[in-house]
């Protein structure tokens, strides 16, 4: 059986082998910068292999993490509403896949094809839900609870059932707290605390427990 990332990425992919000018395949090593905040926004990817974090920095240089995504996600969609700059950047992951496709060509396939154009709509419907919950995530959850909802995104859950799942590649604590927003020596309790209590465990990388990291999140 599919999985929704892989519905999704058959979902796009015809369209976008239909668009002929304006487009090419670009590859990414691990932790490459896709483009940066403030970057003029001419083009849309599209990740066909890999993985993508979107993040931000404040005036005052503080980051945080806005999102994680995989292939069959678009990225930098902004630049289609007429936004002139990079509002946030975008880095990979893992060695990675995307198509970049200039603003003008997509516009013009979503014009001239309705099924691609509600297909591109829901998703961006998708990405405003997941962002506002990693929002309220941020804001309302102690720094334990974000930790656990990082790790379950970067294992893909939702997508390989309640199975173990390794997060590969294996990233580091202090990239853990950068992007939760906590220091590293939180991270470190946690994810020992997580490790005592069965929710992960280490075998050459970190393999989460989905449903019973899920329950961190969920308790009061």
């Known amino acids: 059986m599919k999985t929704i990332r892989e519905k999704k990425l058959l979902c796009f992919k015809p369209f976008l082998d239909d668009i002929v000018e304006g487009k090419r395949p670009l590859r990414f090593k691990r932790k490459q910068r896709i483009y940066s905040q403030g970057d003029p926004a001419d083009s849309v990817f599209f990740i066909e292999e890999g993985k993508a974090i ?3 920095v404040s005036s005052s240089g503080k980051e945080a993490t806005l999102g994680v995504l995989h292939p069959g996600d678009f990225l930098g969609e902004g630049c289609l509403n007429e936004q002139p700059f990079r509002t946030h950047t975008a880095t990979t992951w893992e060695p990675s896949l995307l198509v970049r496709i ?76 950068e992007m939760v927003g906590t220091t ?15 929710l992960v465990h280490y075998d050459h990388g970190i393999v989460v427990h989905p449903r019973l990291l899920t329950e961190v999140i969920l308790k009061d």
Do not use: W
């Open 54 to 56: 979107l993040t931000v």
């Open 102 to 177: 200039e603003k003008n060509a997509l516009s013009q396939a979503l014009h001239n094809n309705s099924t691609l154009a509600e297909a591109f709509i829901g998703q961006l419907l998708a990405h405003n839900i997941q962002f506002q919950e990693d929002l309220c995530a941020q804001l309302f959850n102690h720094s334990e609870k974000r930790l656990a909802r990082l790790l379950l995104k970067l294992a893909h859950f939702g997508e390989k059932g309640s199975q173990p799942v390794k997060i590969a590649p294996k990233p580091s604590h202090e990239i853990l707290a």
């Open 184 to 198: 590293r020596s939180r991270v470190n309790y946690f994810m020992n605390k997580f490790k005592k209590s069965g």
